[in-house]
C-alpha cells in the first residue's frame, strides 16, 4: 500500500514538473530576451591641431555643453605675433606692386620689375593664410551638445598637436546596442517593438529597432542591431545595461 503511495505521489511530481517544463519552453518560443546597452548617438576625444600652452578648459567630467561653445583655449601669443608679422609683409608686397605699376606706366619702371612685386604679393597672401590657419586653432568648440566625459590634460599644461585633450558624448538620445542571433532576422525587421529591462533602474522602457547591422559574423552566427526610444527617459545613463525582449513573430 505504501509502495502504491510513493508511486502515485512521484507520478504526480512527475506530471507537474512536465507542465511547469512545457510552460516554460512555450514562454520562451513567445518571447526571447537579449543583452542591451545603452550607447551615445555621437562621442569623441577632442585633440589640439596646435602646439601650444592650454588657457583654460572650463568644463570637467560631468559637466554640460552647448554645441559651439569653447570647450578649450590656447595661449597664442606666439600664432598671433606671426600672424600679424604676415599681415605686414602683405601690406609691404601691396605699396611695391603699386610703386612698380606706376613707374611702368610713366615708363621708367620695367615689366620684369612689376612681375616680380605681383609674385612677392602673392607670396605675402600665401603667408597670411599660412598664418592665420593655427590662430583659428586656438580654441577647440564643441561640435555637438552634451557632456564631459573625462579631461585627458588640464589647464596651463603645454600639450602637442593630436594630443587628447577632452572626451566628450552625445546624450540627447541614447541608442540601444544588441548581439542577436542571426537566425532572428526571419522575423527581426526595422521598427520591431521590445521592452528594456534597465539593469541599473529596475525599470521597463519601452523601445523600437532602429536598424539592422551590415554583416553576420560567421563564427559566433550573430548580428549587431540598434534600436531607440521615443524619447529619452530622464533616469537613463548611457553606458547602463539590462535585458531587450521582443515577443517573437511568426
Keep these: 500500500m505504501r509502495l502504491q503511495v510513493k508511486l502515485s505521489l512521484a507520478g504526480l511530481l512527475l506530471g507537474a514538473c512536465s507542465l511547469v517544463l512545457i510552460q516554460a519552453q512555450a514562454q520562451a518560443q513567445d518571447a526571447t530576451g537579449v543583452r542591451a546597452l545603452l550607447a551615445p ?95 583659428e586653432r586656438c580654441v577647440i568648440r564643441a561640435p555637438f551638445g552634451g557632456l564631459v566625459v573625462a579631461r585627458k590634460a588640464q589647464p596651463h599644461e603645454s600639450v602637442t598637436a593630436g594630443q587628447p585633450l577632452l572626451a566628450v558624448l552625445d546624450d540627447t538620445n541614447p541608442e540601444i546596442r544588441l548581439v542577436v542571433p542571426s537566425a532572428w532576422l526571419r522575423w527581426l525587421k526595422p521598427n520591431t517593438p521590445f521592452t ?9 522602457y519601452q523601445a523600437r529597432l532602429t536598424r539592422i547591422g551590415a554583416r553576420v559574423d560567421p563564427v559566433s552566427q550573430t548580428i549587431e542591431v540598434f534600436g531607440g526610444f521615443p524619447a529619452k527617459p530622464k533616469d537613463l545613463v548611457t553606458g547602463m545595461s539590462g535585458t531587450a525582449s521582443f515577443e517573437k513573430m511568426p
Design 41 to 135: 548617438v555621437q562621442e569623441a576625444v577632442l585633440a589640439g591641431e596646435i602646439a601650444a600652452r592650454i588657457d583654460s578648459m572650463p568644463l570637467d567630467a560631468g559637466e554640460r555643453f552647448r554645441k559651439g561653445d569653447v570647450l578649450v583655449s590656447f595661449d597664442c601669443a606666439v600664432y598671433r605675433a606671426a600672424l600679424a608679422e604676415a599681415r605686414a609683409a602683405q601690406k609691404a608686397a601691396e605699396v611695391t606692386l603699386e610703386n612698380a605699376r606706376e613707374l611702368a606706366k610713366l615708363n621708367s619702371g620695367s615689366i620684369l620689375a612689376s612681375a616680380l612685386a605681383e609674385a612677392e604679393l602673392e607670396r605675402a597672401k600665401a603667408r597670411v593664410d599660412a598664418s592665420r590657419i593655427p590662430v
Design 196 to 204: 528594456l529591462l534597465i539593469d541599473e533602474t529596475g525599470q521597463k
